[in-house]
């Protein structure tokens, strides 16, 4: 899980707007037959991105992105799109769940890169509030 339901998974003080799942190739195809009568768009294929889809259901927009698993190399893209199951995420534990989602500082430059100046502060205060100081 990335994106803010990771923010909100982790304790981050944000709403999430959405459900952003990176899988595989194969898995994107298996959550495409499972919103099957969900799915606001087709499962689309994209050259150099993936297999990606969006459903919503529950009154939940969840949307994934399926790509070849391929091991990262230097530090996490600012682009979610060169992000794998296969990148070097941490994991939480939520509802008796372990999910992996992105390190809090790759959310962090994620969030200023796209001018979300609420959410910095929000991880800011996250931060702030278990010890940890801001990163540079």
């Given at each position: 899980m990335v994106g803010s339901a990771a923010l909100a998974a982790r304790g981050v003080g944000v709403r999430p707007g959405d459900i952003d799942v990176i899988t595989t190739t194969d898995g994107a195809d298996v959550l495409s037959d499972s919103y099957q009568e969900t799915l606001i768009m087709p499962l689309a294929t994209s050259p150099g991105f993936g297999r990606w889809s969006r459903a919503f259901t529950g009154g939940i927009r969840v949307e994934w992105l399926g790509n070849q698993a391929r091991v990262q190399e230097g530090s996490w893209p600012l682009a979610g799109s060169?992000?794998?199951?296969?990148?070097?995420?941490?994991?939480?534990?939520?509802?008796?769940?372990?999910?992996?989602?992105?390190?809090?500082?790759?959310?962090?430059?994620?969030?200023?890169?796209?001018?979300?100046?609420?959410?910095?502060?929000?991880?800011?205060?996250?931060?702030?509030?278990?010890?940890?100081?801001?990163?540079p």
């Open positions: 060169a992000w794998t199951v296969a990148s070097p995420f941490e994991e939480v534990s939520w509802n008796n769940r372990v999910l992996r989602v992105p390190p809090l500082d790759v959310q962090r430059r994620v969030e200023v890169h796209r001018q979300r100046p609420d959410r910095v502060a929000a991880i800011d205060e996250y931060r702030r509030s278990r010890g940890r100081e801001r990163p």
